[in-house]
């Protein structure tokens, strides 16, 4: 069974910093890994997905790698900003797209 | 284009009552999924349809029904509530396109059963 540990499950930074969120997973055998966005009492937004056979992938400010073999991935986000608050989920997938979760880490950037 | 929509946003229920949560999606999308989060944990699968006409169990099924009613709509019922229910609930949406498969996500549904 899949396991995902997100670590920390908590981050507080200042406006500005660079940031690195990280996650790992037990079974290595996945076919994509999602990273996700949580606001206060909202829905998930996909924030950037990597297949198995990719490396990492880049959108604007975030950044996010996929080391398959050794189980990890992280989320780097750049020049963190106030409106980047949030729960960040990051999720492995199988073949037949069942996503497994992590807790989570919430972060607060304070301006 | 609304994206996944789900009903209703907030429900209360005495232990032992059923309802059902309406979810639909407008985007063609052949998969749909249910999960349940809980305080400080990650989302958990509760049960998932491939196709239209089709339907699976996730991790946690126990105490839930699922019904795919046509390719827009996918319900989840709860026959006899019970207070380890209390969650907020999401439903989401995918299709695959060149190995590609992004879920979409609803607002959610939060239900507290006393």
């Known amino acids: 069974k899949q396991e995902v540990t997100q670590i920390p499950a908590a981050l507080s930074v200042p406006e500005g910093e660079n940031l690195v969120l990280n996650c790992s997973f037990t079974d290595s055998a996945i076919y994509n890994l999602q990273w996700f966005r949580q606001d206060p009492g909202k829905g998930l937004t996909s924030l950037l997905l990597i297949q198995s056979s990719q490396r990492e992938q880049t959108s604007g400010r975030l950044n996010a790698s996929l080391d398959k073999s050794s189980g990890r991935s992280t989320l780097y986000i750049a020049a963190s900003q106030p409106g980047d608050s949030a729960t960040y989920l990051c999720a492995p997938g199988n073949a037949g797209n069942m996503l497994t979760f992590g807790g989570g880490t919430r972060l607060m950037v304070k301006p | 284009n609304a994206g996944v929509t789900q009903t209703p946003k907030f429900q209360v229920l005495k232990t032992g009552q059923s309802m059902t949560l309406q979810c639909a999606q407008d985007?063609?999308?052949?998969?749909m999924y249910w999960y349940r989060q809980d305080p400080g944990m990650g989302l958990r699968l509760i049960y998932y349809s491939a196709s239209e006409g089709t339907t699976d169990k996730g991790e946690v099924p126990n105490g839930y029904n699922v019904s795919r009613l046509n390719k827009r709509e996918f319900s989840l019922r709860l026959e006899s509530a019970a207070p380890s229910q209390t969650s907020v609930y999401f439903c989401?949406?995918?299709?695959?396109?060149?190995?590609?498969?992004?879920?979409?996500f609803g607002p959610g549904t939060r239900l507290t059963v006393l």
């Open positions: 989401a949406s995918s299709v695959e396109y060149r190995g590609w498969d992004t879920q979409y």
């Open positions: 985007m063609n999308h052949n998969s």
